[in-house]
């Protein structure tokens, strides 16, 4: 099976962050990396986004007080 490439307005709406928010878990290792599908086009493997969300949803959110 072909795997679906999601583009990161894409990323965005799925996941509910910003391009900056991405960008910085990305520098973090917190986030997949996008490959680059073309000369200036970058793009997710949507079954990695997926399994990410999964990960997240799985932590418990921290109290006020642990922030």
Partial sequence: MTPRYI???EVE???G???AT????RRKGRF????KIGERRIAWP??????WLAT???QPLRSA???
């Fill in 7 to 9: 583009t990161q307005r």
């Fill in 13 to 15: 709406t799925k996941t």
């Fill in 17 to 19: 962050l910003s391009g």
């Fill in 22 to 25: 991405l960008h910085r878990l």
């Fill in 32 to 35: 997949p990396d996008p490959i």
């Fill in 46 to 51: 949507e079954n990695e986004i997926d399994t």
């Fill in 56 to 58: 997240r949803e799985r």
């Fill in 65 to 67: 007080s642990a922030v």
